[in-house]
């Protein structure tokens, strides 16, 4: 996405010269900069690319959600006066427009920038809530075919890694290779090493579709 497509450009035009744009490569951490002399965490804005986030409890990794390009990015819990210490790193290469506290405190007193930001954290917890009713309200199984369908690519999926995708989706590793394995042996797909395949496609869109038509 370029600069002037953005939803917060107009109202950060006026500061380009104090808002560097950083590189992050693929799987690595976003450091967690400060600039401020109250050790608040600098603010990111995403240009392009993918950050997954999640949350340390103990020895648990618990996903919390994933955004793209035009999302707001970084420690944000503590413009709520909270401090959630989450974690972040990118899925694949991203640039961000980094705000130290000083700048992000300025823009938050503009109107428009102001409801951009909340506008789309709204949503981003809106969505966050979606997908935990999600693991409520649906089968593991009708759960796991909406990830295959909406990841696939001619009936073919790159095989993730199972740990990650146990905590993108909630399961646990027993459950997820039973649930697969249940839709191996009912003959809805097929797996090697490399790939997951799809063999009856309209017998896994009977057990996804209501998942995605949910999460749009």
Known sequence: MKLEQIAIYDSIEGYMEQIPVIKVKKGEYITKRRSSRDGTPNKYYILNGQIRV???????????????????????????????????WAVKDTMLLEFN?????????????????????????????????????????EILASYILSNSKKDRMVCPNMNA????????????????????????????????YIKDREALEDQGKHVIEYML
Do not use: P
Request: glycine share 4%; proline share 0%.
């Open 165 to 196: 995708l146990c905590e993108f989706l909630g399961f646990s590793r027993r459950s997820l290779y039973n649930t697969l394995n249940d839709l191996i042996k009912d003959g809805t797909l097929e797996k090697d090493d490399n790939y997951i």
């Open 54 to 88: 999640w949350n340390n409890v103990g020895s648990r990794k618990i996903w919390v959600d994933e955004i793209g390009e035009d999302w707001f990015a970084g420690d944000l819990s503590d413009v709520y006066e909270e401090y959630l210490n989450c974690e972040s």
């Open 101 to 141: 506290d000083e700048i992000f405190e300025k823009l938050l007193n503009d109107v428009r920038f102001a409801k951009a930001f909340y506008y789309k954290m709204s949503q981003r917890v809106y969505h966050m809530y979606k997908r935990m009713l999600m693991n409520s309200m649906y089968s593991q199984k």
